[in-house]
């Protein structure tokens, strides 16, 4: 695999559009990174880390709304990719939904959103 990010999106994706309630990941330290920013923002339920074999898996519980069964995940979309990295500075942040959503972003103090990267005026690379 080539792309595991892209990978976890995917199946992200996938599991929202067959609306199923969990979705099983290969685990590595970056996607527990990423997990864990989507549950602290509110985008998923619950997730949990599996330690079977070498890698481990994530399982991630996605979350709806109760009534109209529509997930909180609107969009998922890869910007940068291994084949075209895409780099900002703080002052460059992006705006995802006009602020109202977030941006997953690799910096060198490890993985946080845009938000908090532009707080604390650190550059970056973009993970979705």
């Known amino acids: 695999m080539t792309d595991p990010i892209a990978d976890y999106l995917t199946r992200v994706r996938n599991a929202i559009m067959a ?3 969990i979705v099983e990941i290969p685990a590595s330290n970056l996607k527990k990174e990423i997990t864990k920013i989507l549950f602290e923002k509110g985008y998923i339920l619950n997730y949990k880390f599996v330690e079977d074999g070498p890698q481990g898996t994530i399982k991630i519980a996605l979350k709806y709304d109760a009534v109209n069964k529509v997930s909180a995940i609107k969009k998922l979309i890869r910007v ?3 084949g075209m990295r895409k ?3 703080y ?3 992006p705006r995802v939904i006009n602020g109202l959503g977030i941006a997953i972003i690799s910096t060198s103090r490890g993985v946080m959103t845009n938000k908090e990267a ?4 650190i550059g970056a690379t ?3």
Request: net charge positive.
């Open 87 to 89: 780099y900002t500075g």
């Open 118 to 121: 532009a707080e604390q005026k």
């Open 91 to 93: 002052k460059d942040m």
């Open 19 to 21: 609306k199923h309630r």
């Open 80 to 82: 940068s990719r291994p």
């Open 126 to 128: 973009f993970i979705n």
